[in-house]
């Protein structure tokens, strides 16, 4: 490379998200149910839904056992919220209450926020924070134009 010639962009891009469990089948059906998306099994224990923005994994916690000092720890996360853009909040709500019932740990019930989303904040089984929002207002639609994924970006 000459003086004159620049190096590329380093292109980072948020690829997936695991979650470490003990109990895998659970967490999957939980965010099966979420997503809309049927698991894809790579073993026994660890699978991944592979939505339209990004892929969500779940996986047991001994698939991390090579992590040395302060290993990850299941159902330990009190730190980061998981959050997923939906088409229709209320209606999801509503679906997951009818497939998950007293299961479904809701926090926040549907709610609409000062800067436009109509949001659902849940715990997980293992406890971890989820929220489901939708955008409702102008200024909420207004935000998500400027993030990914878009809201109906074939539209």
Same mark, same amino acid.
């Given at each position: 490379?000459?003086?004159?010639?620049? #190096? /590329? +962009? @380093?292109?980072?891009? %948020?690829? $997936? &998200?695991?979650?470490?469990?003990?109990? !895998?089948? +659970?967490?999957?059906?939980?965010?099966? +149910?979420i997503t809309g998306v049927?698991?894809?099994?790579?073993?026994d224990d660890f699978a991944e839904m592979v939505t339209p923005s990004a892929t969500f994994a779940v996986s047991h916690v001994d698939r991390v056992a090579f992590v040395e000092g302060t290993p990850p720890r299941a159902a330990a @996360?009190? $730190? +980061?919220?998981?959050?997923?853009? &939906?088409?229709? !909040?209320? %209606?999801?709500?509503?679906? %997951?209450?009818a497939?998950?019932?007293? #299961? %479904?740990?809701?926090?926040? /019930? !549907?709610?609409?926020?000062p800067w436009g989303n109509r949001s659902l904040l849940l715990r997980d089984p293992d406890g971890s924070l989820i929220n489901l929002y939708t955008p409702v207002t102008e200024q909420g639609l207004d935000l998500q134009r400027h993030r990914q994924p878009q809201l109906h970006p074939e539209k």
């Amino acid at each position: 490379m000459t003086d004159t010639q620049t #190096a /590329p +962009a @380093n292109t980072v891009q %948020l690829a $997936s &998200v695991r979650l470490l469990t003990e109990d !895998v089948e +659970a967490l999957v059906r939980f965010y099966e +149910a979420i997503t809309g998306v049927t698991a894809r099994w790579l073993t026994d224990d660890f699978a991944e839904m592979v939505t339209p923005s990004a892929t969500f994994a779940v996986s047991h916690v001994d698939r991390v056992a090579f992590v040395e000092g302060t290993p990850p720890r299941a159902a330990a @996360n009190d $730190s +980061a919220i998981t959050e997923f853009l &939906v088409d229709d !909040v209320d %209606l999801l709500f509503q679906e %997951l209450l009818a497939e998950l019932g007293d #299961a %479904l740990r809701v926090v926040q /019930p !549907v709610t609409l926020m000062p800067w436009g989303n109509r949001s659902l904040l849940l715990r997980d089984p293992d406890g971890s924070l989820i929220n489901l929002y939708t955008p409702v207002t102008e200024q909420g639609l207004d935000l998500q134009r400027h993030r990914q994924p878009q809201l109906h970006p074939e539209k």
